[in-house]
Structure formats: structure tokens, C-alpha cells
């Protein structure tokens, strides 16, 4: 073998190089060093090469940002803002290990939030797009105005889409003009509308109406409107008497079922619903009270007259009721619901001891 030589190549190490004799092929590396390839100035006008101009392109985000994005925004992104926003590769190599999911075709979201109702509602809405309103149950609560978590999405359509779309995902085509309110990105129907669509979702959830009409939801008059409004209701007649009963001041549905089984007007035309007295810290509202004999009945549900807290409210009414001269008699939604016949007893015999008193 032949003294080696330092053979220097531009840009890449410097190797020291042996070279067996009579064949000239094999290579010994005795030393390395690096000495950097000298940069040229391009010339003026010269076009920049695929890799500079690869290098010059925005870098697209990778996989873990896209489930990061998914997860912290909860909500979902088509095809085509995927690619926009971050890359092919990160929406493959996403749905490969499972943390993407297209919730519905051509919509992805994060797998651990496949089943949101939050990431259902912007599913729906990007699956709809301009023909579709939010409606129902679950406008009702993109909106705030029920709390509890709609079970499945409801979009009212004003075209025809014959589309695929999941169970958990229902299409209402009520025969008219959808109205159309914007709510935190999301197109939906008018709350009116959206109470009678959960109507008919609930069969009849008299519990759902009085709600939405306590906090304010929607008035009597717009539910009415919206009913008259819509071609085809299932359970029309019901809904009306109902909006009846709350425009004469049912509040609930104990109150409703107080109201109308228990203590129905054609039979104790002397209860007065909602009765307002002012006693020494304010106004009070009474659910029903015969103010001829000062007889106060109040209906306690467990939704408002279930904690300790609540409890000990109710015994300091009661005993601002008692200053003003009222009997306070109070029934639980057992009582009401499961003995309406010993309530009524309850009520009469109150007021027989009441007259005696009196006369």
C-alpha cells in the first residue's frame, strides 16, 4: 500500500485516503475533519432552485400540532382547512394512530372528543353549511337557555341533502322558512322555533316548555307564533293549552300538574296562581294561595327545594308568611304526582279549620 494522502473535497469531510495497490478501490479513513463548502452569490435573474424555494415556503405544521388544535379549539375542520392550515401527512399520519376522526365525512376532530356535543353542534353546522339552521333541543342549549346536553344534533334544512350522516345527527324539514340567528359562529333558528321542534324531539316535554319560558328564553307569545306558524305539530292542541296555562302564570311543571290535575280552576276557583304579598324583606311570590282565608300552598320540586340550603330558605318564608297571617301548606312532587287525591284533602280540610276560626 502507498503512503496515503489528504485528499480535501470541497464542502464535504476531509478524508485521508490509502489506496490499495494494483486496484485503485478500497479506501482506508485514517483522519476526519469538515471544512464548509464556500457559498456562491447567485447570479442577478437567476431562478432559485426547488429546494430554496421549498426552504422560502411556509412550514406546515405537524401532526401532534393538528390533534393539539383539535383538542384545545374543540371544535372541527374540513378536508380543505386541514391541508390549508396544516399538511396531508399530518392528517394521514393523525387518523393512523387514531387520535382523528372524521365525525362526519370530510370533517375531523379530535377522537377524544368525538362524542362533544360541543364538537357535534360545529360538525353539524360545517355538514349542513348555508342550507342548514341549528334547531331544537341542541339549539336550545348552544344558546344557554336549557342545561342539560341534548342527546342528539337537530338541523332544519331548506334544501334537500341527501348526504350521509351518523345517528346522532337528525334532519328537520318542518315545511318552512327557517329563521335565522347567529350565535357564537353558529347559524341556528329563533329560540320560539327551536322550543317547538324540542317539542316534538321530547313528545311533549311540558317540563322543557316552562323552562325555556321562566329564564327568559322566549316569550308565550313567540312560542305561539312559531307553533301557528309551522305547517305540521305534533301534539299542536297540547302545546297551545299549555302556553295557556303559562300565560296565566304557571311557572313549572309542578305547577302545570298542580294546576291542572290537582287543583284545576273549575274546582277551587279561589287558588290564585303566582300571588304576590310584601313582607318584611320584600316581595314574595306564593305558587297558589286562597287569599280569602290566607291559606298559602307552595310546590317543591327537588330541583329547587332539595339542599340544605334551599331547605332553610323555605322554613325562613314560611315564617315571613306566618307574620303576615298565612298557613303555609307545601306538597313534594310525590305528593302532587302519586296522591293528588290527599293533597286536595289536605287543601279542603285547611280551609274548613280557616272558617271556624274566622266565623
Do not use: N
Not at 67 to 78: F, I, K, M, P
Not at 88 to 99: I, N, Q, S
Not at 123 to 128: I, N, P, R, S
Not at 236 to 262: D, I, P
Request: net charge positive.
Amino acid at each position: 500500500m502507498s503512503s496515503p494522502g489528504a485528499i480535501r473535497h470541497r464542502g464535504y469531510p476531509q478524508l485521508w485516503l490509502g489506496r490499495c495497490r494494483g486496484t485503485g478501490r478500497s479506501v482506508t479513513f485514517v483522519g476526519m475533519s469538515y471544512s464548509p463548502l464556500p457559498t456562491r452569490a447567485a447570479p442577478s435573474g437567476a431562478v432559485p432552485s426547488s429546494r430554496a424555494a421549498h426552504a422560502d415556503a411556509p412550514r406546515r405544521q405537524p401532526a401532534r400540532a393538528l390533534v393539539e388544535h383539535l383538542a384545545t379549539t374543540r371544535t372541527v375542520l374540513t378536508r380543505a382547512q386541514v391541508l390549508t392550515q396544516f399538511s396531508e401527512h399530518a392528517l394521514r399520519r393523525g387518523l393512523a394512530r387514531h387520535e382523528v376522526v372524521a365525525v362526519l365525512p370530510g370533517i375531523y376532530a379530535a377522537r377524544a372528543l368525538r362524542r362533544d356535543t360541543h364538537v357535534r353542534v360545529h360538525a353539524a353546522a360545517a355538514w349542513a353549511g348555508d342550507a342548514g339552521r341549528l334547531t331544537g333541543l341542541a339549539a336550545l342549549w348552544w344558546h344557554g337557555i336549557v342545561p342539560y346536553d341534548p342527546t342528539h344534533v337537530s338541523i332544519q334544512l331548506s334544501v334537500p341533502l341527501h348526504l350521509e350522516r351518523p345517528p346522532w345527527l337528525r334532519v328537520a324539514r318542518p315545511g318552512m322558512d327557517p329563521t335565522d340567528v347567529e350565535h357564537r359562529g353558529v347559524h341556528t333558528v329563533h329560540p320560539a322555533d327551536a322550543v317547538v321542534q324540542a317539542w316534538i324531539e321530547t313528545r311533549g316535554s311540558i317540563g322543557l316548555v316552562c323552562d325555556v319560558v321562566r329564564c327568559g328564553g322566549a316569550t308565550v307569545e313567540e312560542i305561539r307564533d312559531a307553533a301557528v306558524r309551522r305547517p305540521r305539530v305534533s301534539g299542536r292542541m297540547r302545546l297551545m293549552a299549555l302556553l295557556g296555562h303559562l300565560a296565566q302564570g304557571v311557572t313549572s311543571f309542578l305547577e302545570y300538574q298542580a294546576r291542572v290535575k290537582v287543583f284545576p280552576r273549575e274546582l277551587f276557583p279561589e287558588l290564585e296562581l303566582q300571588y304576590v304579598v310584601t313582607t318584611s324583606r320584600g316581595r314574595r311570590v306564593i305558587d297558589a294561595a286562597a287569599a280569602d282565608l290566607k291559606i298559602a300552598m307552595e310546590f317543591d320540586g327537588t330541583a329547587y327545594h332539595g339542599s340544605d340550603e334551599q331547605r332553610r330558605a323555605d322554613l325562613e318564608r314560611d315564617k315571613e308568611l306566618a307574620m303576615l297571617g298565612f298557613v303555609v301548606l307545601r306538597f313534594t312532587y310525590e305528593d302532587l304526582m302519586r296522591r293528588p287525591e290527599w293533597c286536595r284533602e289536605v287543601y279542603r280540610a285547611t280551609r274548613r279549620a280557616r272558617q271556624q276560626l274566622t266565623a
